[in-house]
């Protein structure tokens, strides 16, 4: 090259000599062992963990959650060095927490109202800096959560009775549409209709393809996975990213779309409702000039897609668990029977349901959807006797911590585990503290609504031998059943006042 002899010879007047001789390469391997061993002693920490290993550990590490998904990765560590424990994603240090002090501590400071997650992949479904789920500008953020509350409180939580019943025996009508040849129905599919359809008469208001907008809302999800902590250089290869950044896009095509239908529905209207729905709060906020357009479709989409990708699945696992535990199902028709005896299912108090309560708590800590959390420390700080470096990763293992800590029966399913009040820091299904879960309260109700009206009017089979424990699952961002053609189908069978429920709780 450019008349350059190669680089293993140098010509010295008539000598050819050797430029990397055997001792330059033992000096230089000696002086790589004095750096990699300098390096590992700077990364060695008090947290305990896998070993940094020359940097091996980092990759390994982080490898494990890319492949088997974040929330199994997070108990296997857990389960393998302790409470606490010191892991890597993506080369930055993260703390894994267990232990409900850790992690009630973490939760209700404002130390780690920040999340973490990869730029790129933020930035493709639209969380960077917009929404609420995964924004880390924490004043932004702030402002946005306060259009959350006012939606999910008030009036908007007092009409949510009335609507998810309403909307639960729409579908449950045409329950026929949804049956195949052998009478059985897609249940989760039918959920997540069902919860769709609340979410938009509560929060859009605007006329909608609901099975094209479930589709487009699956698929953003699982872009959603796929892209949170992937590396960098994952973002530059376009066969593999196009495809998610596609299915991103197309959910927030169609957002945009219904906003600007509910625009023109707005300037339409003589007069607005007294009590505005979210979207519409969202666009006067907009033509205030205190949300850009690009967040107020993301507050929208985040709105919408919340309860099919959490609160349908968590309803798919109470089915199962119901069918499993025959007479919890039993006890809670009887409870239900006395009360809507004497009102409609609109009318009743769901806080006497005490029966309900307890088996959807004991089902939110047994088999949760959404097990654990992510955080970022922006401040220094001491959690249990460890102190944690401001910029450092937190994850909270919530669920492995509610079958560790506590309860009676911490492994098993069972309802005594409710049967005394549990002290909040042991119990954390959708956390407290700044960044608590802004839905938590309208998700209890919508679950205890959409339960009632479906337990009243049937009891559900699921396929021979088909039970939580045998479908595949996945837990990546949150745990969900891997769906094929047949498993998670259930026959719907009319409930009658003289059969009992658990003479009617066979499988097909």
Not at 93 to 115: G, Q
Request: charge should be neutral; include cysteine; aromatic fraction near 8%.
């Amino acid at each position: 090259m450019n008349g350059m002899l190669p680089l293993e010879t140098l010509t010295v007047g008539p000598m050819v000599v050797d430029t990397v001789s055997e001792v330059t390469v033992l000096l230089l391997l000696l002086l790589l062992l004095l750096f990699v061993t300098a390096w590992s002693q700077t990364h060695r920490s008090h947290i305990p963990g896998p070993s940094f290993w020359a940097g091996l550990g980092p990759i390994l590490s982080y490898s494990r959650f890319i492949w088997t998904g974040i929330g199994t990765a997070c108990n296997y560590y857990n389960n393998k060095y302790g409470s606490i424990v010191r892991v890597w994603i993506n080369g930055e240090e993260t703390v894994i927490l267990s232990k409900s002090s850790a992690v009630y501590h973490v939760l209700r400071s404002a130390h780690y109202t920040a999340r973490f997650g990869s730029k790129p992949g933020l930035e493709c479904i639209g969380m960077e800096g917009k929404g609420i789920i995964f924004n880390s500008d924490v004043q932004l953020w702030k402002k946005v959560r306060t259009y959350f509350s006012k939606a999910l409180t008030g009036p908007g939580l007092q009409r949510t009775v009335g609507i998810c019943v309403s909307s639960t025996a729409k579908h449950l009508d045409r329950l026929q549409e949804m049956t195949d040849s052998s009478g059985h129905v897609d249940s989760l599919n039918l959920l997540r209709a069902v919860v769709v359809d609340i979410s938009n008469r509560l929060f859009l208001r605007v006329p909608l393809d609901e099975k094209d907008l479930l589709m487009k809302i699956q698929k953003y999800f699982e872009t959603w996975q796929i892209v949170l902590i992937k590396p960098d250089i994952f973002f530059k290869i376009g066969w593999l990213y196009n495809k998610h950044k596609r299915a991103a896009q197309e959910l927030q095509d169609v957002m945009e779309s219904l906003l600007e239908l509910k625009r023109k529905i707005i300037n339409k209207s003589e007069k607005l409702d007294d009590d505005l729905d979210f979207a519409t709060e969202l666009i006067f906020a907009q033509n205030h000039g205190e949300l850009s357009a690009d967040n107020v479709r993301q507050c929208v989409l985040e709105m919408v897609i919340a309860a099919p990708d959490t609160l349908s699945i968590s309803l798919f696992f109470m089915l199962m668990l119901l069918k499993q535990n025959p007479d919890v199902e039993q006890r809670i028709v009887e409870e239900m029977n006395t009360v809507l005896s004497e009102k409609g299912a609109e009318n009743i108090d769901y806080q006497s349901l005490k029966v309900l309560e307890s088996f959807i708590n004991e089902s939110l800590r047994f088999h949760p959807v959404v097990d654990f959390t992510m955080r970022k420390a922006l401040e220094d700080d001491t959690v249990d006797g460890t102190k944690i470096i401001k910029g450092t990763n937190i994850i909270l293992n919530i669920g492995l911590m509610h079958k560790t800590e506590f309860f009676p029966k911490p492994k098993e399913f069972s309802l005594t585990n409710f049967d005394k009040t549990v002290p909040s820091r042991f119990f954390q299904p959708f956390g407290c503290g700044p960044r608590s879960c802004v839905g938590k309260h309208i998700a209890m109700v919508m679950m205890k609504a959409i339960l009632v009206t479906l337990l009243s009017r049937y009891t559900v089979c699921p396929r021979q031998g088909c039970t939580l424990s045998s479908i595949r699952q996945t837990n990546n961002l949150s745990q969900q059943p891997v769906e094929d053609e047949h498993s998670l189908a259930m026959r719907f069978i009319p409930r009658t006042t003289t059969q009992p429920p658990h003479s009617q709780h066979r499988q097909y």
